[in-house]
T-cell receptor
Framework: RKEVEQDPGPFNVPEGATVAFNCTYSNSASQSFFWYRQDCRKEPKLLMSVYSSGNEDGRFTAQLNRASQYISLLIRDSKLSDSATYLCVVNIWDMRFGAGTRLTVKP | ETGVTQSPTHLIKTRGQQVTLRCSSQSGHNTVSWYQQALGQGPQFIFQYYREEENGRGNFPPRFSGLQFPNYSSELNVNALELDDSALYLC?????????????FGEGSWLTVV
């Protein structure tokens, strides 16, 4: 079983849609959690941290359920510029990345 | 814009050869990690250096080795290249040991092994 598993996608949605990504992790010793965004052939960039209480950054909402070892990312009112691969990341000692979920937002 | 630069950006090597990839971090960033990202996969942790000493290692063979220098630069060396080593190699730095919000990636080095 992979340490961090994500929906493989791809997700193809129209502009304005709401889309949700799911992620599970296997190591209960995981300390911190993140979503990174990676554009085609570019380096990953931090999108947001994920806290147990849930957190929101504009159109993006992240949730963490430690009991279920589950992380989610919700994107509301999708924009064309949201098209990218979204990586779920878990910090144990080092950063462990999921394989990513590719999102394409279409006009 | 992250202050982390990598070189070369692209290179092609032949199976069995050796390669050295370089990374220059921001001043004061004492921790550097290297990742391998194969096509369609997420980045996989290779190893981490803190103040010039290896501080953790992922599931990669000994032919993957590294160095970190006092001037905040570092190297990833791969010996006896195999076709499966073809990937994007990412360097990431941080001012301290606690990765998280403060991790900064370089743009990566694309390695093709033929």
């Amino acid at each position: 079983r992979k340490e961090v598993e994500q929906d493989p996608g791809p997700f193809n949605v129209p502009e304005g849609a709401t889309v949700a990504f799911n992620c599970t992790y296997s190591n209960s010793a995981s300390q911190s959690f993140f979503w990174y965004r990676q554009d085609c052939r570019k380096e990953p960039k931090l999108l947001m941290s994920v806290y147990s209480s849930g957190n929101e950054d504009g159109r993006f909402t992240a949730q963490l359920n430690r009991a279920s070892q589950y992380i989610s990312l919700l994107i509301r009112d999708s924009k064309l510029s949201d098209s990218a691969t979204y990586l779920c990341v878990v910090n144990i000692w080092d950063m462990r990345f999921g394989a990513g979920t590719r999102l394409t937002v279409k006009p | 814009e992250t202050g982390v630069t990598q070189s070369p950006t692209h290179l092609i090597k032949t199976r069995g050869q050796q390669v050295t990839l370089r990374c220059s971090s921001q001043s004061g960033h004492n921790t550097v990690s290297w990742y391998q990202q194969a096509l369609g996969q997420g980045p996989q942790f290779i190893f981490q250096y803190y103040r010039e000493e290896e501080n953790g290692r992922g599931n990669f063979p000994p032919r993957f080795s590294g160095l970190q220098f006092p001037n905040y630069s570092s190297e990833l060396n791969v010996n006896a290249l195999e076709l499966d080593d073809s990937a994007l190699y990412l360097c990431a730095s941080s001012p301290d040991r606690a990765f998280g919000n403060t991790i900064y990636f370089g743009e990566g080095s694309w390695l093709t092994v033929v």
